[in-house]
């Protein structure tokens, strides 16, 4: 354990060295308090996996210079969205020449153990190799952890345990996960030389040195009529490639995620990119899916609950780590707050709640809070059938071979309206009015 912890009470524990116990962590040791961090890997990042892609306004807000020594792949030059059907593709490109530091590609057992590293020197008290295996709860206040080594105590304590949270279901501030509330990730990082990268993926470069990188999402091909999407981000000198399958989907339909991500890699959309690569690491981890409607209650008393355990992630955008890290300094604040007044009680932890309320965060997942669900119901017509009628009418569009075009075009209609019945149509369309008001609205 770094720093000196003789005593087993501190002002708060923050449970989870992931990127919201951090910054819940680093926001405590600011304010002048005592905080451990408590991390049951070997080292910070050893059990935690994601896509790819961190957002610089919410890397900036915790560590306002990490540009200057922050483990960096590569900043995103270029999001890409490729719609695959069996035999063909079609991408959509967005480039901002401008603003490069919007996000940026890192590793997170690089990224996880340089913000330790960094919240260490600011004062945080830092406990790898210690699992919480569950908290002291005394007439219904939290005031301690009960780990595999000892039993130490705090005035508060932060849970930042990610998705599956069994501390926060032991006070009774989560349920059970549903399958339909889930995501199964499963990843493969391929090494390949940077300049293959580069080039097959049309990487430029932004100092005469280093390239920007890519983020890719995928839709239909072999993840068509799932709730299901893909992913290629680009390392320095790997690729990262994935899928997150919605565990209903998996457990209804009985597919492996492994044979489903090896599919993709097949897919010639994605073969010609990482063709020749090594295989580096294969991981898995759940992504919460069920948006604001599975925010659990967020605080009790003498606890609060952050980052993925709070199940705090919008997924329609892949913003996870931000809501992470801002979630877990407004449980720092909150904790600073309460040291000041002396009270732990649920009167004024609720302050994190406002906090979240006022913020992007909650905002946001207000917003999307019928996205998902809607999607779900129609995953067959909007990421199976229309991604593969926009590759049909590319397919036509950009042929010549000396044939009329309004023959196809028309044939290309009547098809399209014979396969899919009026009342299947008007199914998508009220969906697609749903989400679209939902968002407006
Ligand atoms: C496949 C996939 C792709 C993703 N892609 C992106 C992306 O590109 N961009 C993005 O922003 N988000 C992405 N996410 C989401 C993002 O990874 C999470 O939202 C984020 O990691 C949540 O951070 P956290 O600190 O809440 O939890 P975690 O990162 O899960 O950290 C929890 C920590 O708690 C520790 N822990 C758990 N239980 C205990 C215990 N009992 N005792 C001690 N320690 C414990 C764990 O070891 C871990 O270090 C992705 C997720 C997945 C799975």
Same mark, same amino acid.
């Given at each position: 354990m770094s720093g000196d912890f003789s005593e087993n009470k501190v002002d708060v524990i923050v449970v989870g060295a992931g990127p919201a116990g951090v910054s819940a962590a680093i926001t405590v040791a600011r304010g002048g308090k005592k905080v451990v961090l408590v991390e049951r890997g070997s080292f910070a990042g050893s059990k935690n996996m994601y896509g790819g892609v961190i957002y610089s306004h919410a890397a900036e807000e915790i560590f306002p210079n990490f540009q200057e020594s922050a483990p960096i792949e590569r900043f995103v030059g270029e999001h890409r969205y490729i719609l695959m059907s069996e035999k063909d593709s079609t991408a959509i490109s967005y480039k901002n020449f401008e603003n490069k530091t919007n996000s940026f590609i890192t590793i997170r057992a690089n990224w996880d153990k340089w913000c330790v590293e960094e %919240?260490?020197?600011?004062?945080? #008290? #830092? /406990?790898?190799? =210690?699992?919480? +295996?569950? @908290? &002291?709860?005394e007439k219904g206040k939290v005031i301690g952890i009960k780990t595999d080594i000892e039993d130490y105590f705090a005035d508060i304590v932060i849970l930042a345990d990610g998705v599956n949270s069994l501390l926060a279901k032991q006070i009774g501030l989560r349920e059970d996960i549903k399958p339909k509330n889930v995501a199964l990730g499963v990843k493969e990082v391929i090494k390949l030389p940077q300049e293959v990268i580069n080039q097959r993926f049309g990487l430029q470069s932004f100092d005469g @040195?280093?390239? @920007?990188? %890519? %983020? &890719?999402?995928l839709v239909g091909g072999p993840l068509e009529g799932m709730l299901a999407l893909g992913f290629i981000y680009t390392n320095k000198d790997s690729v990262s490639v994935g899928i997150g399958?919605?565990?209903? $989907? @998996?457990?209804? +339909? +009985? &597919?492996?995620?492994y044979e489903l991500l090896e599919k993709l890699k097949k897919h010639p959309a994605i073969s010609s990119l990482i063709e020749d690569g090594e295989l580096l690491e294969y991981s898995a981890h759940l992504i919460p899916e069920g948006g604001y409607s599975c925010v659990p209650k967020l605080y009790t008393d003498g606890a609060m609950v952050v980052g993925d355990a709070a199940m705090l992630v919008n997924n329609v955008h892949f913003e996870g780590t931000n809501f992470a890290m801002l979630s877990g300094k407004f449980a720092?604040? =909150? /904790?600073? $707050? %309460?040291?000041?007044?002396? $009270?732990?009680?649920?009167? =004024?932890?609720?302050?994190?709640k406002k906090k979240l309320l006022n913020s992007f965060i909650l905002k946001d997942l207000y917003t999307y809070k019928d996205v998902i669900k809607t999607l779900s119901s129609r995953t067959g017509s909007f990421l199976g059938y229309y991604p593969k009628k926009l590759n049909e009418f590319f397919s036509i569009f950009t042929c010549a071979d000396g044939k009329p075009k309004q023959e196809k075009f028309r044939k290309f209609t009547l098809d399209f309206f014979r396969k899919r019945s009026l009342s299947e149509l008007f199914k998508d369309a009220i969906a697609g009015i749903k989400i679209v008001f939902g968002i407006l609205k």
């Open positions: %919240a260490v020197k600011e004062g945080v #008290y #830092y /406990a790898p190799d =210690t699992l919480v +295996k569950e @908290l &002291i709860v @040195l280093n390239h @920007l990188g %890519a %983020a &890719i999402e399958v919605c565990l209903e $989907d @998996l457990k209804t +339909k +009985k &597919i492996k995620p720092g604040e =909150t /904790a600073l $707050d %309460a040291l000041e007044r002396n $009270d732990f009680s649920s009167n =004024t932890l609720c302050l994190y």
